[in-house]
């Protein structure tokens, strides 16, 4: 068995994860949603991300309702147009899938998270009107090569002001045009915690390269997992049995010449989303360890 691994060690990547909030977090993991507001909020509430004017009706400004509907969505990266071009232009063209942007509500702080596959990139913004401005960012430190110039060139397209449309419906388009009149245009999609309406419960589960019958006898076959433990400084402290689950994992795909170990999300399901008995969603977060079968 030859062992390669898809990340850092467990222990820096769960320090990284709880340092900026959102380390590697594919899937996994996102969107925060906005508190409710009383009608004896004071007209205008400030904080150091952000102004929200609230009216005597208690009803939120419409800089806050945009923020809330940007932070529903994981926003992955569909166009960009710049008249400059160069080959870094057309290198994160030709990664967009994997170009991301999120934006997160966090006890008021406001904070936009943003990648094109390597770092988890962060910064916290302003929206006054439809002008977007962010402070300083701040990012994870791994070195991916072949994609730094990519991730530093988007990095400087998000320093700075730009200006926000969003298109409405279920599949709402961002369009973002910066300063010096680059327009980055995104595609949205739900994030877990807004299409669950729910905060998700972090797991980390082995899955077995080999697939087994769901039930004795049975000719639909499943996967093997098993749960595993970690402690605060991500050592291992426990694993269990192996056992069939006969589900979906949303954003995994299963290749049978992988044991890999996978941080996912769970999800509680309203009664109006169960479907066969299942009350819960299960959403890949990262694939944190993999080990090749030969």
């Known amino acids: 068995m030859t062992l390669s691994f898809k990340s850092a060690l467990l222990p820096s990547m769960l320090a990284i994860s709880l340092a900026l909030g959102a380390c590697q977090d594919p899937s996994a993991s996102i969107g925060e949603n906005v508190e409710a507001m009383n009608a004896d909020i004071p007209a205008e509430i400030e904080n150091e991300k952000t102004t929200v004017t609230v009216d005597k009706a208690g009803e939120i400004s419409a800089e806050e309702q945009m923020i809330a509907n940007l932070a529903r969505y994981r926003w992955t990266l569909l166009d960009i147009d710049d008249k400059s071009g160069g080959p870094v232009i057309t290198k994160l063209v030709d990664i967009k899938n994997q170009v991301t942007l999120l934006f997160k509500q966090n006890q008021g702080h406001n904070t936009v998270n943003y990648g094109v596959g390597c770092n988890t990139i962060s910064t916290g913004y302003q929206l006054q009107g439809h002008t977007l401005t962010t402070k300083e960012s701040m990012s994870t430190k791994m070195l991916c090569e072949n994609l730094n110039k990519a991730e530093n060139r988007l990095d ?30 995104w595609k949205g999609r739900l994030t877990s ?3 669950y309406n729910s905060k998700g ?46 589900g979906e994992i949303d954003g995994y795909e299963y290749d049978g010449k992988h044991n890999e170990v996978l941080r996912l ?12 008995d299942e009350e819960y969603a299960y959403v890949l977060d990262a694939v944190i360890e993999s080990s090749v079968v030969e």
């Open 201 to 246: 419960e972090t797991l980390f589960w082995a899955v077995n390269a080999t697939m087994l019958p769901c039930t004795a006898g049975s000719s639909k076959i499943c996967l093997q997992v098993k749960p595993i433990t970690y402690d605060d400084q991500g050592i291992k402290t426990s694993e269990g049995e192996w056992s069939a689950f006969n």
């Open 156 to 185: 400087t397209l998000m320093q700075g002001t730009s200006e926000l449309s969003v298109t409405e419906g279920e599949n709402p388009v961002l369009t973002q045009v910066t300063s010096n009149a680059i327009t980055l245009t």
């Open 265 to 276: 999300q769970r999800y509680q399901l309203d009664s109006d989303q169960i479907s066969e």
């Open 193 to 195: 915690q807004a299409k």
